[in-house]
């Protein structure tokens, strides 16, 4: 298993989980967050777009309802025993398979809280489970539960944190480095992810931020760079007033990289449209 914390950790984690549950009166929570899923069993997939549910009972009782093409994942990324496989074809309703297992775990007009916030649960999931829910249990939305304890962080997870934020200024240095006019933005983002690999990181949970970069000058100048990624992947030498982006780029939620002083060049990351 490919587990990032020790067997400690997780099981204060549960722990921590089943005391919120007794405080809420509930004898089960279905996880469908793939952070919660994450945090408390260490299992990581991109399945989580589809219907997947992990059930923790009063017990201590953990069982994983996943896709066929997740149980490997499941296996090598997680603490958890009991997997349970629906099977992904015309006409299957994922539902049934979840009502059978909470009736092993006799949870027939017991409370149990369901994490509805989550990518997963679409609008026809969510009809669908409440409709097997019906008269069955009684239910509530419990979507914070877990989110709530997640923000308090252990000392393992203090690690961590602060050797993303290490790696994180080292990726800094690679776009202070090779940002410049002529430079190739994938150059930029590729030195960034060798400076966070090399360094005993990972791939982020989210596709590397597109950066857009544009002089830092006076917006009425037509002496300006810019680059927008998807179409030029290259800062270069602009003749036109790029208004619209220097508006958005000044609105948005973004970092600035000034490099230089006689022509100044800033990197802005996260913006979404421009």
């Known amino acids: 298993m490919g587990l990032h914390f020790t067997v400690e950790e997780f099981s204060k984690r549960k722990q921590d989980v089943l005391k919120s549950m007794k405080e809420q009166n509930l004898d089960a929570l279905l996880m469908f967050r793939q952070e919660s899923m994450y945090w408390l069993t260490g299992y990581d997939t991109f399945g989580y777009v589809f219907f997947q549910t ?49 009736n092993e775990l006799d949870l027939k007009d017991k409370n149990i809280g369901i994490e509805y916030e989550a990518y997963g649960m679409t609008g026809r999931n ?46 800094l240095d690679e776009a202070w480095k090779y940002t410049k006019a002529g430079a190739s933005e994938a150059k930029i983002l590729a030195e960034m992810q ?8 990972d791939y982020p949970a989210n596709e590397y931020p597109h950066a857009f970069i544009l002089a830092l000058l006076n917006p009425k100048s037509s002496n300006v760079f810019a680059c927008a990624s998807k179409t030029s992947p290259a800062v270069f030498p602009g003749t036109k007033v790029f208004t619209q982006l220097f508006k958005a780029s000044t609105q948005a939620s973004c970092i600035f990289i000034c490099l230089g002083s006689a022509l100044p060049i800033g990197i802005v990351l996260n913006i979404a449209e421009w």
């Open 126 to 171: 969510a009809l669908r489970l409440n409709k097997s829910l019906e008269n069955y249990c009684s239910v509530e939305d419990q979507s914070e539960l877990i989110t709530k304890l997640r923000v308090i962080k252990s000392n393992e997870e203090l690690v961590y944190v602060k050797k993303a934020a290490e790696l994180g200024d080292r990726a």
């Open 54 to 102: 992990l059930i923790l009972d009063q017990k201590g009782n953990v069982i994983l309802l996943t896709r066929a093409p997740d149980l490997r994942q499941a296996q090598n990324t997680s603490n958890i025993e009991d997997i349970r496989i629906w099977v992904d074809k015309d006409g299957i309703n994922p539902t049934d398979d979840l009502k059978q297992i909470l």
């Open 194 to 201: 060798r400076a966070v690999l090399e360094g005993g990181g």
